[in-house]
């Protein structure tokens, strides 16, 4: 909280805009609230789902990361601020350290988890729980980031927009294993929690490269993100 207040009175000074992102605490959502001419936010599925005691006792260092995990109280104040809007995006804060690297004893392990793969299957269960809408769901991870950044041609399915899908099933139940991830890591902290909700498939400027778990490309096809100028952060 000292960071983000801190952070937040530079921005004051200088008439400049910041995003505060991996947003963990009570205390800093509550502070964001009330500076959002000026601040938006972040979150992630980890910080929304994984909750101690229980993540240390099941997970040991593979539940740390930087910002740490916080009990309940703070993740219920955290889902005040995405489902009354004070969130403006959704981050997978991806780390995939090896299981090897995660059993050293701390401070040695290092901070962070995977989380790129999890992000929709862990998301869509909450919104199957009743914890947010998929309407909120798709503004967190589609429209809040291009309104964050002020990125070109994304967030919106509309003429002259890049063709990036998502398709989902809302009702596929599945069961999140380590073998299912294709990150090196090889491993995740959801394994073995049951889903509701699953990607079907992703399209990227109209190419599909995954359709039911298949990679459908063998080549990177990313381009460089393009700015709207007079929306980029200074």
Known sequence: ILGTQRLVDIARRTGKRIHVLHVTTAEEMAFLARHKDVATAEVTPQHLTLTLPEAYERLGTKAQMNPPLRDQAHAD??????????????????APHTLEEK??????SPSGMPGVQTLVPVMLDHVNAGR????????????GPQRVYGIANKGRLAV???????????K??????????RSRCGWTPFAGRTVTGWPIGTIIRGTV?????ELRIRRGIGRPVVFNEALRPA
């Open 77 to 94: 104040v955290l889902w005040w601020g995405v489902t009354s809007g004070i969130a403006d995006s959704l981050g997978s804060d991806h």
């Open 172 to 181: 596929a139940r599945r069961t999140i294993t380590d073998d299912w991830i």
């Open 160 to 170: 002259g927009y890049d063709a990036d899908i998502t398709v989902v099933d809302l």
């Open 209 to 213: 490269v995954m359709w039911e778990d």
């Open 132 to 143: 947010l809408t998929i309407e909120r769901f798709v503004d967190l991870t589609a429209h």
């Open 103 to 108: 059993a050293k004893p701390y401070p040695s």
